[in-house]
């Protein structure tokens, strides 16, 4: 598929790769395209699976206000580093064509910057952030194999109430170092994988989710999961979907039926059971540690949580022990 919108017509389902280029707002004209401009929310972000660390980052826009986060925790000593920064909104021109393009910011101290290849080359990912306060400078270099990926996830849907999502993520294989200090961690593409997570989507004012996901290395290819519960409208594809290997060891994208989670206890750090309506899927998450982002202003409100940890269960009647990945929960008025 070329674009999203064509003739001034989205394009809605589950498609076999991302379209080459993804602009919500072709779709509308005039006035109206401007002030829906306000409500699409663009982000490109990463979440890394390594034994010895939970790791995630991100480059995200909500067109009045970009901004970037990175959290680096090392699995052994608990330790927790995290980096942030702003921007003026739409300074980040995420890309309608994401492969071959070089999103990044760049503030006094503070780089990430991704470089995207042809779709199935080499990408790569640049981090240099300088020491502040009690955190500790973080730098990478890493280099994602495009050839080794598993299916890609895309897919476009309404969201309840006026709202439109569309999303497109894929788990690559992943090479290189990552600093935290003078604590440097070894990427290996035969162990370790990281999970794009791309986003141009209008949410409604009132949002609510429940998301998680993990992916692990195989002998036969990548095993891994999307799964999320909210209020889609019905019939639509949803992004909840299994990676597998396919009968031939090719990647295989295979969707869910309806996902739900359950929380052991309120405990901030409780377990939560993860399961699809067709059985496909059915994990526990343990968590390890715990990021809130709470915000109240009048009628914009935040109330949301990363948790990340460890998931173990069934995934398309395989058994997967103590995986690393994340869990979230979104409520927020906006």
């Given at each position: 598929?070329?674009?999203?919108?064509?003739?001034?017509?989205?394009?809605?389902?589950?498609?076999?790769?991302?379209?080459?280029?993804?602009?919500?707002?072709?779709?509308?004209?005039?006035?109206?395209?401007?002030?829906?401009?306000?409500?699409?929310?663009?982000?490109?972000?990463?979440?890394?699976?390594?034994?010895?660390?939970?790791?995630?980052?991100?480059?995200?826009?909500?067109?009045?206000?970009?901004?970037?986060?990175?959290?680096?925790?090392?699995?052994?000593?608990?330790?927790l580093t995290q980096h942030s920064t702003t921007s003026r909104g739409g300074s980040l021109a995420l890309p309608e064509a994401l492969y071959g393009s070089s999103p990044s910011i760049e503030r006094p101290g503070y780089r990430i910057a991704y470089e995207l290849g042809p779709l199935g080359g080499t990408h790569r990912i640049r981090v240099d952030i300088a020491?502040?306060?009690?955190?500790?400078?973080?730098?990478?270099?890493?280099?994602?194999?495009?050839?080794?990926?598993?299916?890609?996830?895309?897919?476009?849907?309404?969201?309840?109430?006026?709202?439109?999502?569309?999303?497109?993520?894929?788990?690559?294989?992943?090479?290189?170092?990552?600093?935290?200090?003078?604590?440097?961690?070894?990427?290996?593409?035969?162990?370790?994988?990281?999970?794009?997570?791309?986003?141009?989507?209008?949410?409604?004012?009132?949002?609510?989710?429940?998301?998680?996901?993990?992916?692990?290395?195989?002998?036969?290819?990548?095993?891994?999961?999307?799964?999320?519960?909210?209020?889609?409208?019905?019939?639509?594809?949803?992004?909840?979907?299994?990676?597998?290997?396919?009968?031939?060891?090719?990647?295989?994208?295979?969707?869910?039926?309806?996902?739900?989670?359950?929380?052991?206890?309120?405990?901030?750090?409780?377990?939560?059971?993860?399961?699809?309506?067709?059985?496909?899927?059915?994990?526990?998450?343990?968590?390890?540690?715990?990021?809130?982002?709470?915000?109240?202003?009048?009628?914009?409100?935040?109330?949301?949580?990363?948790?990340?940890?460890?998931?173990?269960?069934?995934?398309?009647?395989?058994?997967?022990?103590?995986?690393?990945?994340?869990?979230?929960?979104?409520?927020?008025?906006?």
């Amino acid at each position: 598929m070329e674009t999203l919108v064509t003739h001034g017509h989205r394009a809605t389902g589950l498609f076999d790769a991302r379209p080459v280029r993804v602009n919500p707002l072709d779709a509308l004209t005039g006035p109206r395209r401007l002030l829906r401009r306000l409500r699409l929310k663009e982000w490109v972000g990463w979440t890394f699976m390594h034994p010895e660390l939970s790791a995630s980052m991100i480059l995200q826009d909500a067109n009045y206000l970009a901004s970037s986060e990175i959290y680096v925790r090392d699995a052994a000593s608990g330790r927790l580093t995290q980096h942030s920064t702003t921007s003026r909104g739409g300074s980040l021109a995420l890309p309608e064509a994401l492969y071959g393009s070089s999103p990044s910011i760049e503030r006094p101290g503070y780089r990430i910057a991704y470089e995207l290849g042809p779709l199935g080359g080499t990408h790569r990912i640049r981090v240099d952030i300088a020491a502040k306060g009690d955190e500790p400078a973080i730098r990478a270099s890493l280099e994602l194999d495009g050839a080794r990926a598993s299916a890609p996830l895309s897919v476009s849907q309404p969201l309840r109430p006026r709202g439109e999502m569309y999303t497109h993520k894929l788990v690559f294989p992943v090479a290189g170092t990552l600093s935290v200090g003078d604590r440097t961690y070894v990427f290996d593409a035969s162990r370790d994988l990281v999970i794009l997570d791309e986003h141009k989507t209008f949410l409604p004012y009132r949002t609510h989710w429940l998301w998680g996901t993990f992916a692990t290395t195989a002998p036969d290819g990548i095993v891994g999961a999307n799964f999320c519960e909210r209020p889609d409208a019905p019939g639509t594809p949803g992004e909840s979907c299994l990676w597998v290997p396919g009968d031939g060891g090719e990647p295989t994208l295979l969707p869910l039926e309806q996902v739900a989670f359950v929380s052991e206890s309120e405990a901030p750090l409780a377990r939560w059971h993860g399961f699809s309506s067709d059985d496909a899927l059915d994990v526990t998450f343990t968590p390890d540690g715990r990021k809130d982002v709470k915000h109240q202003l009048g009628v914009v409100a935040i109330d949301y949580w990363q948790l990340y940890g460890t998931w173990s269960g069934t995934v398309g009647g395989r058994t997967v022990q103590s995986i690393r990945g994340v869990m979230e929960k979104m409520d927020a008025r906006l």
